[in-house]
C-alpha cells in the first residue's frame, strides 16, 4: 500500500500496506475510511456486506488488521497475466467437469487463518463443494457472495504494491487456512516467475520444475507459463498444459 497524503487527524498508514480501525486515510490519492468498529474478521466482513465498503480497490482482513491497496491493476503485468490463467483452468475444469472456478472479486474467509479478502482466483473440485471444508455464504439480497472454508487453489498475481502481501503474509494464511495449492505468479519484469506452492507439514513446497514445467497435484497435469512480445512489443502470455 501507498499512502501518497494523509488528512491532519489521526488518520493511520503502516508501510506494510496495514492500516487502523477508525482511520480516515488516502491510499493512491483515494480516501478510505476504516469505521471504529471493524477490529476483527466478522466485523469486517459486516463492513464488506455494508454500503460504506469501498466500491474499487482492494482491501482484506489480513493476520489481525485491514490491508487496502487502492491502486490500478496495470494491463499487461496483472491483468492480461490473470486473465490467461484463468481462461485456460476455466476451459479445463469446465470441460473435465472438475467443479468451479472464479476469478478475482468472490470473497474468501477462513476464521482459523484470520483471513477474509478477495483473491485473484479460487477453485473449488466438485469433492470439496460436496464437502464441509467450505461453506458458501448468501448475500442479503440473495445469491452467493462469499465462500468460507479452504478452496483447492488460489491464484495471485503480484503488484508493486502487494509484493509483501503475496510473497509472505498469504504465503502463511493460505497454508493456515488448509488451501492445497498456492499458485503465485510476478509479471512485473522481463523475467516472468510463476510458482506452484503445495501443502506440506509445516509450510508450502514449491512444486519442482522440471524444464520449465510445473506439476499440479490439485488438477493432475502439469503447466507452464510463458511469455512473448506481440507485435506491438506488449507481454504476451500463454499457459501451456499437458
Not at 24 to 30: H, M, S
Not at 44 to 60: L, Q
Request: no cysteine; glycine share 10%; hydrophobic share 40%.
Amino acid at each position: 500500500m501507498k499512502t501518497a497524503k494523509q488528512p491532519a487527524n489521526k488518520s493511520t498508514a503502516l508501510a506494510n500496506g496495514h492500516v487502523t480501525s477508525g482511520s480516515q486515510v488516502f491510499v493512491n490519492d483515494v480516501h478510505i475510511h476504516i469505521p471504529g468498529w471493524v477490529v476483527n474478521i466478522d466485523s469486517f466482513r459486516r463492513w464488506v456486506a455494508s454500503e460504506d465498503f469501498p466500491k474499487t480497490g482492494n482491501v482484506w482482513w489480513l493476520s489481525g488488521g485491514v490491508w487496502a491497496d487502492m491502486s490500478k491493476e496495470q494491463a499487461f503485468s496483472h491483468l492480461d497475466v490473470k486473465g490467461t490463467i484463468f481462461a485456460v483452468l476455466y476451459s479445463l475444469v469446465k470441460q473435465d467437469k472438475l467443479g468451479r472456478i472464479f476469478t478475482g472479486g468472490f470473497l474468501l474467509t477462513n476464521h482459523g487463518a484470520d483471513l477474509s479478502g478477495t483473491p485473484d482466483g479460487l477453485y473449488l473440485s466438485r469433492e470439496t463443494m460436496a464437502s464441509d471444508r467450505i461453506r458458501p455464504i448468501t448475500g442479503a439480497d440473495g445469491g452467493v457472495i462469499e465462500v468460507q472454508g479452504s478452496p483447492d487453489m488460489v491464484l495471485e498475481v503480484v503488484s508493486d504494491s502487494s509484493v509483501k502481501k503475496d510473497h509472505v503474509t498469504l504465503l502463511e494464511a493460505y497454508w493456515a487456512a488448509g488451501i492445497a495449492e498456492y499458485w503465485l505468479v510476478d509479471a512485473r519484469s522481463d523475467t516472468l516467475r510463476f510458482e506452484i506452492f503445495q501443502h506440506g507439514p509445516k509450510t508450502y513446497k514449491r512444486s519442482p520444475k522440471k524444464h520449465g514445467w510445473m506439476t499440479s497435484k490439485v488438477f493432475g497435469k502439469s503447466f507452464q507459463l510463458i511469455v512473448e512480445k506481440d507485435a506491438s512489443g506488449y507481454p504476451e502470455y500463454s499457459l501451456e498444459v499437458r
